[in-house]
């Protein structure tokens, strides 16, 4: 049973640029949440889809916007590379009417701007 | 979410008992209390929760204060594969259709000395 896979693992881009990161959920799940780890942080919460509709979002801006596709896969779009925007991504999913939420996290894009 | 405090930093030495602290003052009736742990180059992946009993299963045990105001996570014999940073996190009840977003701290990063 595959787990949560994320590609690329790493990413090089110019500022000013556009990057897409895709995830593929782990088997069974519905829910897949997007998140921005920079270096020394904890992550940090973009946003989630269910239903191939972003039900929550965190405090990030319009430059960066998501997709769901009926497989339950998943596209994190960054528009307008800024060199702040250099981070790990991580993708998670979970069932969301599942028991405990339990959510399981991919190993991550790592996005650097130059 | 209400707010957790963690210690930046612990150690540990090998085989012995690691006992993690977690402040969440601010805690509601509603709110589980979530461990995660992120290994050097992962994404973070569950650890354990709960919600006002102890819990164990086989990664770890989950003390909780009695008035719920704080937590500690018990690794009972630390192996150097268990030195990563460790968050405690505060989420309100599984199923919320509003969504269940983590809201990470800085966690505690725990060194295991051989």
């Known amino acids: 049973d595959a787990g949560v896979t994320q590609s690329p693992t790493h990413l090089i881009k110019t500022r000013g640029q556009q990057v897409t990161l895709r995830c593929s959920p782990k088997?069974?799940?519905?829910?897949v949440s997007w998140y921005q780890q920079a270096l020394g942080q904890g992550p940090q919460f973009i946003f989630q889809?269910?239903?191939?509709?972003?039900?929550q979002r965190g405090n990030f801006p319009d430059r960066f916007s998501g997709h769901q596709f009926p497989n339950y896969s998943s596209e994190l779009n960054v528009n307008a590379l800024l060199l702040g925007d250099s981070a790990l991504y991580l993708c998670a999913s979970n069932i969301l009417s599942g028991r405990t939420n339990e959510q399981y996290f991919g190993p991550g894009t790592r996005l650097t701007v130059t | 979410d209400a707010k957790t405090t963690q210690p930046n930093s612990m150690e540990s030495n090998e085989e012995e008992p690691v006992h993690l602290p977690c402040n969440h003052s601010t805690i509601s009736g509603t709110d589980y209390i979530h461990w995660y742990r992120q290994l050097p180059s992962q994404g973070p992946e569950y650890v354990i929760h709960g919600l006002t009993s102890n819990v164990n299963n086989r990664m770890a045990s989950l003390a909780i204060a009695e008035d719920r105001k704080s937590s500690t996570l018990i690794l009972h014999r630390a192996t150097l594969r268990d030195a990563a940073v460790y968050y405690c996190?505060?989420?309100?009840?599984?199923?919320?259709?509003?969504?269940?977003?983590?809201?990470f701290g800085g966690g505690t990063r725990l060194m295991v000395k051989p």
């Open positions: 088997s069974g799940h519905d829910t």
């Open positions: 996190i505060l989420r309100t009840l599984p199923n919320n259709n509003a969504g269940n977003m983590l809201t």
């Open positions: 889809y269910y239903e191939e509709e972003e039900r």
